[in-house]
């Protein structure tokens, strides 16, 4: 596998979104600032949803603002609708993800409506968005397994995958949201979807709730698939997840990678020490398994 993989760093996002303790505007740039530093180029930095359903997102606009700058980055950010559209353009957002679950009880309980109606809302959005010049990526939730509808199968994310790319999403993101799949069901899952979606147009957003992230992103990959979410020190989770952990850690997925003969053009040491200095302010350990080894060094 001696070719690239694109991560996306989903540490300034979901990784900050389900912490206890808040972390100030300057501190979530100077988070950014490092894992582009690192080699880490494409950041979802925020989120432009209720400040009711998620705290640890205001002032998205501010952290967004205060990275746009910086050179050779793009920076993401989440938008459920019309509402958050408009602050994201506002703050100057080049890329937006809006997103979609593949389960109705997930679908009302993040963002309050059912499947289909979060499709009609995203319409006016992605509208606006390609009106814009903003491009616009596609989120699909409980891809392999729901906290309240239990087991999802590959069609129901199939049919949400085919809504988001009819509508113009230029890359559909698979969310093992509560970390639940195992290595088989990814790749079939991969497979379902990449008939309908170009493989190379699908992420990898796997959380690694039971351990199994990294085989399951393995697998994604030798079905062909080159898009990765990851967060640094595997933070992340959703409130509206009930049981879900951190996103994979993206030193672990660096350091398979590398192993892979993949380069990533992520400077290990500096990754490390971003996340370290994120973990000082959060006041707890990283979790990813690179991360603990090369502390203990
Ligand atoms: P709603 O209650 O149905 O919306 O929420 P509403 O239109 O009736 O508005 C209710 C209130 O929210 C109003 O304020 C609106 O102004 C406000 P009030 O009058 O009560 O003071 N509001 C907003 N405020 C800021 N920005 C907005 C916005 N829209 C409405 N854009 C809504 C619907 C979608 C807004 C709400 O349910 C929400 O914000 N949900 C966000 C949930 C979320 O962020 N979840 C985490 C991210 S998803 C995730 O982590 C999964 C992912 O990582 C992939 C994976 O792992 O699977 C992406
Ligand atoms: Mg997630």
């Given at each position: 596998m001696s070719d690239t993989v694109r991560i996306i760093e989903m540490g300034p996002r979901d990784g900050l979104q389900n912490e206890k303790t808040p972390v100030s505007v300057e501190a979530r740039i100077a988070f950014i600032e490092a894992l582009v530093a690192a080699g880490l180029h494409t950041v979802e930095v925020g989120a432009f949803v209720s400040p009711k359903a998620i705290p640890q997102m205001v002032n998205s606009d501010q952290v967004l603002r205060g990275v746009?700058?910086?050179?050779?980055g793009e920076f993401h950010v989440l938008v459920p609708n019309e509402k958050g559209y408009e602050v994201a353009r506002a703050a100057g957002a080049k890329v937006i993800s809006v997103f979609a679950a593949a389960s109705e009880g997930f679908s009302r309980a993040n963002i309050n409506c059912s499947i289909a109606e979060s499709i009609e809302r995203f319409k006016p959005v992605v509208a606006r968005a390609k009106a814009d010049g903003i491009k616009v990526r596609g989120y699909i939730s409980c891809a392999l397994g729901c906290p309240f509808d239990g087991e999802v199968k590959p069609q129901a994310v199939v049919d949400v995958a085919k809504k988001l790319w009819e509508l113009g999403c230029y890359e559909v993101s698979l969310g093992d949201t509560i970390g639940v799949g195992t290595p088989v069901k990814a790749r079939q899952l991969l497979r379902a979807v990449s008939g309908t979606v170009p493989i190379t147009n699908l992420a990898m957003h796997f959380h690694d709730t039971y351990g199994q992230a990294l085989a399951n992103l393995y697998a994604g990959m030798e079905e062909g698939a080159r898009v990765i979410d990851s967060a640094a020190g595997g933070l992340g989770g959703c409130p509206f997840a009930p049981g879900a952990t951190g996103n994979v850690a993206t030193e672990d997925v660096v350091y398979m990678l590398e192993g892979l003969g993949v380069r990533t053009g992520v400077d290990m040491g500096k990754l490390l020490a971003a996340t370290n200095e994120v973990s000082r302010l959060l006041g707890h350990p990283p979790v990813s398994r690179v991360a603990a080894a090369l502390n203990a060094k």
């Amino acid at each position: 596998m001696s070719d690239t993989v694109r991560i996306i760093e989903m540490g300034p996002r979901d990784g900050l979104q389900n912490e206890k303790t808040p972390v100030s505007v300057e501190a979530r740039i100077a988070f950014i600032e490092a894992l582009v530093a690192a080699g880490l180029h494409t950041v979802e930095v925020g989120a432009f949803v209720s400040p009711k359903a998620i705290p640890q997102m205001v002032n998205s606009d501010q952290v967004l603002r205060g990275v746009n700058h910086l050179a050779g980055g793009e920076f993401h950010v989440l938008v459920p609708n019309e509402k958050g559209y408009e602050v994201a353009r506002a703050a100057g957002a080049k890329v937006i993800s809006v997103f979609a679950a593949a389960s109705e009880g997930f679908s009302r309980a993040n963002i309050n409506c059912s499947i289909a109606e979060s499709i009609e809302r995203f319409k006016p959005v992605v509208a606006r968005a390609k009106a814009d010049g903003i491009k616009v990526r596609g989120y699909i939730s409980c891809a392999l397994g729901c906290p309240f509808d239990g087991e999802v199968k590959p069609q129901a994310v199939v049919d949400v995958a085919k809504k988001l790319w009819e509508l113009g999403c230029y890359e559909v993101s698979l969310g093992d949201t509560i970390g639940v799949g195992t290595p088989v069901k990814a790749r079939q899952l991969l497979r379902a979807v990449s008939g309908t979606v170009p493989i190379t147009n699908l992420a990898m957003h796997f959380h690694d709730t039971y351990g199994q992230a990294l085989a399951n992103l393995y697998a994604g990959m030798e079905e062909g698939a080159r898009v990765i979410d990851s967060a640094a020190g595997g933070l992340g989770g959703c409130p509206f997840a009930p049981g879900a952990t951190g996103n994979v850690a993206t030193e672990d997925v660096v350091y398979m990678l590398e192993g892979l003969g993949v380069r990533t053009g992520v400077d290990m040491g500096k990754l490390l020490a971003a996340t370290n200095e994120v973990s000082r302010l959060l006041g707890h350990p990283p979790v990813s398994r690179v991360a603990a080894a090369l502390n203990a060094k």
